[in-house]
């Protein structure tokens, strides 16, 4: 993976196989190259990502989020709200501390949160019960990584007139003025 950068300092050659994140969460592959092209393969990338959310049967609002990013080198994807970030990184387990003497809803029943952190029986859906070591502790999210999916999916579907026109642009046939 390549070193992070500003924004503003991306180099004029990279391998489309990089991948890096954006400071604003976002999915990002470096390009060898021009905006123009890039700008069609981000707009790719966003509808074939929209496309596998509504198959999901995410919100609209979650679908629509979804916003192409491009410049010299690059192309990319973000979202205008958080949980959509969330679900494409993922999250890491943690003790929900918030629960600690609140009325929490679960399952149609309220329930007291108490003991977070502390070893104890935990009742699961369905009302099993089982011992754990922590209790009030979220399992966390695995990365669903489908902006990234994508940007790969867009690339590649792009990869043969990319390749024709990054031929042109050694031959000196063609100049990305975009």
Do not use: A, C, Y
């Given at each position: 993976m390549p070193p992070q950068r500003s924004s503003r300092s991306f180099g004029k050659t990279a391998r489309p196989t990089s991948s890096r994140k954006d400071k604003n969460g976002g999915a990002i592959k470096e390009l060898p190259w021009g905006m123009r092209d890039g700008r069609k393969v981000a707009e790719e990338a966003a509808r074939i990502c929209r496309t596998d959310l509504q198959k999901r049967g995410w919100s609209?609002?979650?679908?629509?989020?979804?916003?192409?990013?491009?410049?010299?080198?690059?192309?990319g994807l973000k979202s205008t709200v958080d949980y959509v970030m969330y679900q494409n990184k993922?999250?890491?387990?943690?003790?929900?501390?918030?629960?600690?003497?609140?009325?929490?809803?679960?399952?149609?029943?309220?329930?007291?949160?108490?003991?977070?952190?502390?070893?104890?029986?935990?009742?699961?859906?369905?009302?099993?019960?089982?011992?754990?070591?922590?209790?009030?502790?979220?399992?966390?999210?695995e990365p669903g990584q489908f902006m990234e999916k994508a940007l790969a999916e867009a690339i590649k579907k792009q990869k043969s007139a990319l390749s024709k026109r990054l031929t042109d642009v050694i031959m000196g046939r063609y100049h990305d003025r975009g």
């Open positions: 609209s609002n979650s679908s629509g989020s979804i916003q192409p990013q491009s410049g010299r080198g690059w192309v993922g999250i890491k387990p943690f003790l929900m501390h918030w629960v600690e003497g609140r009325i929490v809803p679960i399952d149609g029943h309220f329930v007291r949160g108490g003991n977070v952190g502390k070893p104890g029986w935990v009742t699961l859906p369905g009302g099993v019960r089982k011992w754990r070591d922590q209790r009030w502790r979220h399992p966390g999210l």
